[in-house]
Nanobody
Framework: QVQLVESGGGLVEYGDSLRLSCAAS??????MAWFRQAPGKEREFVAS????????YYADFAKGRFTISKDNTKDTCYLQMNSLKPEDTAVYYC??????????????????????WGQGTQVTVSS
C-alpha cells in the first residue's frame, strides 16, 4: 500500500502558474501519475512518469503547459502547470503504481492501472 499526500492547489487567475506536489510513502513505485476531475465530468488522465527513469507521458491538453517531474530523494512527484485556463479547473489527484508496467505509457492512462490515490487537491482558475 502506498500513501499519497497532495498539496499545492488553490485559486489562481487565467494565465497563472501553480505547482502541485504529491508525497509518497510505503512502497517502491514504478509509475506516478496525475488525473483530474472537473464538476460533472469524468476523471481524465493528465500526465505520468516512470519512477526509475524520467520517462514521461502527457495528455494532449497538457503538452506544452504542464510538466510532471519527480524527486526520488523525497519520494515526491510534482505537476507544474503554466498558462492555466478556466477549463483547467478541477480536483487534481495523484496516483501511484507499484506493479511493473508492461505496456507503453501511452496505453496505460486509465485509472485502473494505479492502485493508490491521493485525496485530491482543488485547482480553480478564474477568468
Amino acid at each position: 500500500q502506498v500513501q499519497l499526500v497532495e498539496s499545492g492547489g488553490g485559486l489562481v487567475e487565467y494565465g497563472d502558474s501553480l505547482r502541485l506536489s504529491c508525497a509518497a510513502s510505503g512502497r517502491t513505485l514504478s509509475t506516478m501519475a496525475w488525473f483530474r476531475q472537473a464538476p460533472g465530468k469524468e476523471r481524465e488522465f493528465v500526465a505520468s512518469i516512470r519512477w526509475s527513469s524520467r520517462t514521461t507521458y502527457y495528455a494532449d491538453f497538457a503538452k506544452g503547459r504542464f510538466t510532471i517531474s519527480k524527486d526520488n530523494t523525497k519520494d515526491t512527484c510534482y505537476l507544474q502547470m503554466n498558462s492555466l485556463k478556466p477549463e483547467d479547473t478541477a480536483v487534481y489527484y495523484c496516483a501511484a503504481r507499484i506493479t511493473t508496467p508492461w505496456k507503453p505509457m501511452s496505453l496505460e492512462t486509465g485509472g485502473e492501472y494505479f492502485g493508490s490515490w491521493g485525496q485530491g487537491t482543488q485547482v480553480t482558475v478564474s477568468s
